[in-house]
């Protein structure tokens, strides 16, 4: 989620200096805005307008590309020119409209799993956006629903969802807990590190790992955030098993 300006120049900036020194890419992404929220009183933006001057920024003085959640189809028109790469949250994936305006855009775009689809249905997810664009299209794994409150990994997902595009293996949504911090979700980020390297063991094509200077006060997904002073050490451990590197 967009902070403020200074907090984002400060993630970005300090994970293209790690992401440099051990060559492999990067890509800058923050939410303008949080439109699946437990609770009605759960924080979901400083301002969409605000948000997006902040993302522009970014990408500008820092010299990275750009990512960001679109909830609805009449927002990518206005994401154009800002961002880099579109991305489908999770529970969206099956939203037909949605998928087809960004493939309208003719921008890359990332699709994240729903944590309720089938891995080989994901195919038409892909599908509905490549009707109308050849750029690349991306699926995240990000963990599927076991009972309520936890999600667990199926490592199959990977070989059958890299029939149809890449896969993007999204570190800190999968050791989620979804609705089991009273109100919000809640996670376990020692996790991270185990399910992550499986991933990397697996031959996903890159990692979606959130980050924050402060993890246990960021404004969403606290719980399960890698510490930016820790992301070096591990990246370094993805890499020594990943063929990304």
């Not at 492999?24 to 605000?50: D, H, L, Q, W």
């Not at 149809?164 to 996790?191: C, E, W, Y």
Request: charged share 20%.
């Amino acid at each position: 989620m967009v902070e403020g300006l200074d907090l984002c120049l400060q993630v970005a900036t300090t994970m293209k200096e790690i992401t440099g020194r051990l060559n492999v890419p990067y890509i800058f992404k923050a939410s303008f805005e949080k439109a699946n929220r437990t609770s009605g009183s759960s924080f979901r933006s400083i301002g969409i307008e605000e948000s997006l001057k902040i993302l522009e920024t970014v990408k500008k003085e820092v010299g990275v590309p750009v990512l960001t959640d679109v909830h609805e189809s009449n927002q990518v028109e206005m994401l154009k020119g800002i961002v880099d790469v579109l991305q489908i949250p999770a529970f969206l994936c099956r939203q037909t409209d949605l998928l087809e305006a960004c493939g309208k855009s003719g921008m890359p775009v990332n699709i994240k799993k729903g944590q309720f689809m089938a891995p080989a249905d994901m195919k038409y997810a892909v599908e509905k956006v490549k009707k109308f664009s050849n750029a690349p299209v991306l699926l995240t794994e990000r963990g599927t629903f076991f009972g309520y409150g936890n999600l667990v990994v199926d490592y199959r997902s990977i070989p059958i969802m890299q029939e149809f595009a890449p896969v993007i293996f999204d570190v800190t949504h999968s050791v989620q807990l979804p609705g089991a911090g009273d109100g919000k979700s809640s996670g376990n980020r020692v996790m991270a590190p185990t399910l992550a390297k499986a991933a990397a063991a697996a031959g996903v094509e890159g990692f979606f790992i959130e980050t924050h200077p402060d993890p246990d006060n960021a404004w969403s997904d606290g719980p399960n955030m890698i510490p930016l002073n820790e992301m070096e050490s591990f990246l370094q451990q993805l890499l020594t098993i990943s063929k990304i590197g």
